[in-house]
């Protein structure tokens, strides 16, 4: 069963937007990590975020904010006044504690794609 | 630069070659992982090693086998190419043992087609 639900495929943006990316997962534990990468068309995955399941506190980094809420299971990721350079795919992905730890879960992704 | 290198960076196979995915990691991470990512399909986990001298089956492990050589290094091998097996490769690495700075890190992947 999909444990992370990334239920946007892609969104379209015209520059200086904002845009938020939902993630919707699924655990019993109570004790595990989400992430969230950034794949640009170059093709690597660049690191942007990484949350503890015991810090629910938001958190901002430049134009970059995410909202953590345990209550809807959910770890939503907004980027503010968009630009070309964000455009790539986004993943959000979780790490268990009853899963060994190290197995990462990936969503879907959703495709960024941000318009002059 | 420190990081996760792996080879080659693409790779053309006909049906039923083998062939074998390096990876290296210089970060002293114990714990190692193949994954493959597919078209709408985010990556999916292949095999992964937690330390050195284990390996343990993912989420897709079938056509594949790995070998965890060293500390440093976590090979995948495609004994009869397939078709199916066409995907972007990404090895990664962490270090499970350390939760304050428990993060991966990827490589640039390896792109490979099977005609």
């Known amino acids: 069963a999909q444990k992370v639900t990334q239920a946007q495929t892609e969104i379209s943006v015209v520059e200086k937007e904002d845009v938020t990316l939902d993630c919707v997962y699924e655990t019993r534990d109570t004790t595990y990590y989400l992430f969230w990468y950034k794949q640009p068309p170059s093709g690597e995955l660049v690191f942007l975020i990484r949350?503890?399941?015991?810090?629910?506190q938001n958190e901002i980094s430049g134009r970059y904010s995410w909202n953590f809420q345990k209550s809807t299971s959910s770890f939503n990721f907004t980027i503010t006044a968009s630009q070309v350079v964000d455009s790539a795919v986004y993943f959000c992905?979780?790490?268990?504690?009853?899963?060994?730890?190290?197995?990462?879960?990936f969503g879907a992704g959703t495709q960024v794609v941000v318009t002059p | 630069n420190a990081g996760v290198t792996q080879t080659p960076k693409f790779q053309v196979l006909k049906t039923g070659q083998s062939m074998t995915l390096q990876c290296a990691q210089d970060?002293?991470?114990?714990?190692m992982y193949w994954y493959r990512q597919d078209p709408g399909m985010g990556l999916r986990l292949i095999y992964y090693s937690a330390s050195e001298g284990t390996t343990d089956k993912g989420e897709v492990p079938n056509g594949y086998n790995v070998s965890r050589l060293n500390k440093r290094e976590f090979s995948l091998r495609l004994e009869s190419a397939a078709p199916s097996q066409t995907s972007v490769y990404f090895c990664?690495?962490?270090?499970?043992?350390?939760?304050?700075?428990?993060?991966?890190?990827f490589g640039s992947g390896t792109r490979l087609t099977v005609v």
């Open positions: 990664a690495s962490t270090d499970i043992s350390q939760p304050s700075n428990y993060g991966y890190t």
């Open positions: 970060m002293n991470h114990n714990s």
């Open positions: 949350r503890n399941s015991f810090d629910e």
């Open positions: 992905a979780l790490s268990e504690e009853t899963d060994s730890w190290g197995k990462l879960q």
